[in-house]
């Protein structure tokens, strides 16, 4: 056992000692403190107080001790702090006492994550929940069904998944299988993963008439992490459904663009490969994410929201090296392919510009 700080909070845990897994007992993973912080800023950031907040696969704790440490007091009005493992209860227990914090707003439990989702419901409490985080090892699938009934009207749906493998197209079956959609592996697996996992979840909302709509979605080292703010209707879900398109990519000349057909010719003759369905909808909400860059207190997060506020908000992205090894041209300086392209880098990859450009003018500004 070590004892940690984690910016406000201590935490008496167990460090992993090879990589983490599944099996493992309730322990702390360092590699996530991004992900947390992240998650702390936003709840900063959005304009909801005197929320039910649960964090359903909590661990340690560590995420739950934050927000109770460094989320602005007016707005969290219980929180539910929810993990299987046997040991959770004692180990979460210690940790308030290690940080000396006597919170009357705490519901802790020691349940299967769907089954304490849809048993809250109590003469104080209505069940329904305006934050839920869930934050799995691998998929987050075992989890959505219960947490998309559970989640209120305007209330926020933060989704962390690992199987990165699955979602880049590692495994062709899986994705197919677990997320509905086919992937191709190229430069633009990161993005088409995450946009496929956004249609995934937004898929099993839309049956019930909730539209999950992205506020912030990223992908960062071995994780994709999304936020979904939940709105009510018909006519929103049917908005939402006609954005889960193909991303048609072409080998040969490297264009692309999105349709709601796979089976299209590039104007170079040809055939074009296709991802998905996925959604070719916003990332990000603008307003949020520059809020977030202003009042982000972590200054090792500061460099990553600045590159996702700036980024342009378009599907898919053009890879100098990629196009440098196929037109066989002088790999471009990035500043003046910005310049040339009226692009902006992307999170997705160092070497990546997003523009409205298509591949026939970038040769010719770039070649
Ligand atoms: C990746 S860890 C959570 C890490 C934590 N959120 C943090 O920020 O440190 C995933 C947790 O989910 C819990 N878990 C997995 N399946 C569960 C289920 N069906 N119900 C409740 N907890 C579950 C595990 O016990 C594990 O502690």
């Not at 460094?70 to 299987?84: C, M, P, R, W």
Request: glycine share 4%; hydrophobic share 35%.
């Amino acid at each position: 056992m070590a004892i940690l700080t984690e910016h406000s909070t201590k935490i008496s845990v167990e460090l992993p000692t090879k990589d983490v897994h599944k099996k493992m007992d309730v322990f702390y993973n360092p590699a996530m403190t991004s992900n947390r912080n992240i998650s702390i800023v936003l709840l900063n950031s959005i304009p909801n107080t005197g929320m039910n907040i649960c964090d359903l696969l909590a661990g340690t704790g560590i995420r739950s001790l934050r927000f109770l440490n460094e989320v602005e007091k007016d707005k969290i009005q219980n929180l539910f702090v929810n993990d299987k493992k046997e040991n959770f209860v004692k180990v979460f227990e210690n940790n308030l006492k290690l940080n000396r914090i006597k919170n009357k707003k705490i519901t802790l439990k020691n349940q299967e994550a769907s089954l304490f989702l849809l048993t809250q419901h109590t003469d104080d409490f209505c069940g329904y929940f305006d934050y839920i985080d869930i934050d799995p090892f691998g998929s987050p699938n075992p989890f959505l069904s219960a947490a998309i009934c559970q989640i209120k009207r305007e209330g926020i749906l933060a989704i962390t998944a690992t199987d990165t493998a699955a979602l880049t197209g590692t495994y062709p079956k899986a994705t197919k299988r677990k997320y509905w959609a086919t992937q191709l592996k190229n430069h633009l697996m990161h993005e088409t993963g995450l946009r496929i996992l956004i249609r995934k979840v937004q898929l099993q909302g839309i049956q019930f008439d909730k539209a999950l709509i992205p506020i912030l979605s990223y992908s960062k080292d071995h994780y994709f992490r999304l936020y979904f703010r939940s709105e009510k209707g018909k006519t929103k879900s049917d908005e939402l459904l006609k954005q889960h398109q193909y991303l048609l990519f072409c080998s040969k000349c490297l264009n692309y663009k999105t349709s709601i057909y796979n089976n299209e010719q590039c104007a170079c003759k040809n055939q074009f490969q296709f991802v998905g369905p996925l959604w070719a909808g916003p990332l990000f909400d603008k307003q949020l994410l520059a809020t977030m860059a202003k009042t982000n207190p972590f200054p090792e997060d500061q460099k990553f929201l600045d590159l996702l506020k700036d980024e342009k908000d378009v599907v898919g992205f053009h890879d100098l090296h990629v196009i440098s090894k196929k037109y066989k041209i002088e790999p471009p300086k990035m500043e003046m392919a910005l310049k040339k392209l009226h692009g902006t880098r992307t999170h997705f990859s160092p070497n990546g510009v997003k523009t409205e450009k298509d591949i026939k003018e970038i040769i010719k500004l770039l070649g």
